[in-house]
């Protein structure tokens, strides 16, 4: 997502190109990132190295997250981008739209060196990045030992902060009533299921504080206004490693997920978009994102190349793999729209 990264029917849109230096390039790549820690780490590992062998210089544009602006630039045939970074239900809804171009895998890489489920028809994986819970042990004298304990208001009294979003919320709703991570997609598609998900967050909803932007919950953390937050992986490890916060994750029942890059359809310049997927999609290059920020690769050639001291902190290491959710995709392609409406909905009561 780690997206902030885009909502769920949600690209990119944005107003402001970001370039530095005045190097003669005698091609461009514009790419929407959505910013932060996940951008930055992506221009050290991946940007800057891929301008410096090819030539070709990356123009960075920044999404707000509008699906609807880049349906309009496709259909106007003015499209200014070449790439886009979204979540894995989003290229489900972009690929269905017609939004996005179907890739040529034989021009990035075999598709079966990538994990199951990152490498889709119209986007291919980036890293794959887990939804967890933070803490700070200063303010909790007694730590948390799995995402669910976010439901636990009388052992962890206090305000709590969860996306303002369905997904992950319900699925860890379902998981907290007792719904074994097994059968959770399978419940959550009735529609007893999707009430049993919003009573079980009834019962902490005042209680919650929500935030949308990626930097959000290390900050609500740092400030003491929650006891807890969920958030994406990289950026509570980015606080711990660059800020010096005391923070800890909890990894048991994390919702492991991957942040995917696409071209939208209609791109200006589609060959140096795939020269670039190819580039980053080689295991070597996959791996370098994970010595800037804690998202693991997803090529499944990729572990042996992650730094030593890398490994620990990702996601998908073998000792946070022991009780965890991938997250659903299809699930949410085919459900996303009506579960985003019921919450909303729920907000607003």
């Known amino acids: 997502m780690k997206i902030t990264r885009a909502r769920l029917f949600a690209f990119a849109a944005a107003t402001a190109f970001i370039t530095s230096g005045h190097t003669a390039f005698a091609d461009e790549l514009s790419i929407m990132a959505s910013g932060g820690a996940w951008q930055d780490a992506q221009r050290k590992a991946w940007f800057e190295p891929f301008s410096k062998e090819t030539g ?207 071209i939208p359809k209609g791109a200006k310049s589609p060959d140096l978009a795939y020269k670039y997927l190819a580039y980053i999609s080689q295991p070597e290059i996959n791996a370098k994102l994970a010595s800037y920020i804690t998202y693991g690769p997803v090529r499944t050639d990729a572990a042996s190349f992650v730094a030593p001291d890398a490994l620990p902190k990702l996601p998908n290491a073998p000792d946070h793999m022991t009780a965890y959710l991938v997250a659903d995709t299809e699930f949410w392609g085919d459900y996303g729209e009506d579960l985003v409406k019921r919450f909303n909905a729920w907000l607003a009561q």
């Open 56 to 262: 070709i210089k990356i123009v960075e544009q920044e999404y707000l997250g509008d699906l609807g602006k880049v349906k309009a630039m496709v259909d106007t045939g003015n499209v200014p981008i070449d790439l886009v970074t979204v979540e894995t239900a989003t290229v489900l809804q972009g690929c269905d739209a017609g939004i996005l171009e179907r890739l040529d895998y034989s021009k990035i890489a075999p598709r079966e060196k990538f994990i199951e489920g990152s490498a889709l028809d119209c986007g291919v994986g980036l890293d794959a990045y887990g939804d967890i819970l933070a803490y700070d042990p200063n303010v909790l004298k007694e730590a948390p030992t799995s995402v669910l304990d976010i439901f636990d208001t009388t052992k962890f009294p206090g305000k709590r902060a969860m996306r303002k979003f369905p997904a992950q919320n319900l699925e860890w709703a379902l998981m907290a009533d007792g719904v074994a991570p097994a059968d959770v997609y399978e419940v959550l598609a009735t529609p007893e299921g999707v009430d049993r998900a919003f009573k079980k967050l009834d019962t902490i909803k005042k209680d919650i504080v929500w935030w949308d932007a990626g930097a959000q919950p290390p900050q609500l953390l740092a400030s003491k206004e929650v006891v807890m937050t969920t958030a994406w992986n990289g950026r509570i490890q980015n606080a711990i490693d660059k800020d010096g916060a005391p923070f800890k994750i909890v990894w048991n029942n994390q919702i492991l997920e991957y942040d995917m890059i696409a």
